[in-house]
Structures are given as structure tokens and as C-alpha cells.
């Protein structure tokens, strides 16, 4: 798996376990709804920038994202 699809994965799971719609995390970290949708669907990289506002939003050390072993893997 790639590190996008990684990213995707553990952004949405983390997303959806904090109860946020893609429209609340994309206006708490102010960045676009369509682009949240399009980094879950691994259309485009994330900045370093945006993963930053992102992971403060989720609670979250910005390589909880990165990690391979992310949220879905912690059962």
C-alpha cells in the first residue's frame, strides 16, 4: 500500500471514529470539502501544511496518519 492510500485510509477512519463529516473536518482544518473527498480518494497528495491542520483537528500526532499500522490495523 502507498503512502496516499495510507494517508486516505487512516484519515477517513480517524474521521469517521471522531463522528466528523468530511464537511466539519474540511472546515475546522479550512481547507475545501471537495478536497478532503479527493484526499480520501487518493486524487491528490496532501502538503505538509494541510496534513498539519489535519491531524490538530483529528487529536492527532501528524504521523498517526503516515503510520502503516494506523487505526484499522489496531483491533
Keep these: 500500500m502507498g503512502i496516499r492510500q495510507i494517508f486516505a485510509r487512516n484519515m477517513r477512519d480517524l474521521r469517521r471514529a471522531r463522528g466528523l463529516s ?4 474540511a472546515h475546522r482544518a479550512d481547507i475545501d470539502r471537495t ?5 480520501e480518494r487518493c486524487v491528490y497528495g496532501v ?3 494541510v496534513l ?7 487529536e492527532v500526532d501528524a ?7 494506523g487505526p484499522a490495523d489496531d483491533s
Excluded at 478536497?35 to 484526499?39: D, E
Design 22 to 25: 468530511q464537511e466539519e473536518l
Design 35 to 39: 478536497y478532503v473527498s479527493a484526499l
Design 47 to 49: 502538503s505538509i501544511d
Design 63 to 69: 504521523t498517526e496518519l503516515l503510520r502503516a499500522s
Design 52 to 58: 498539519e491542520r489535519i491531524a490538530a483537528v483529528l
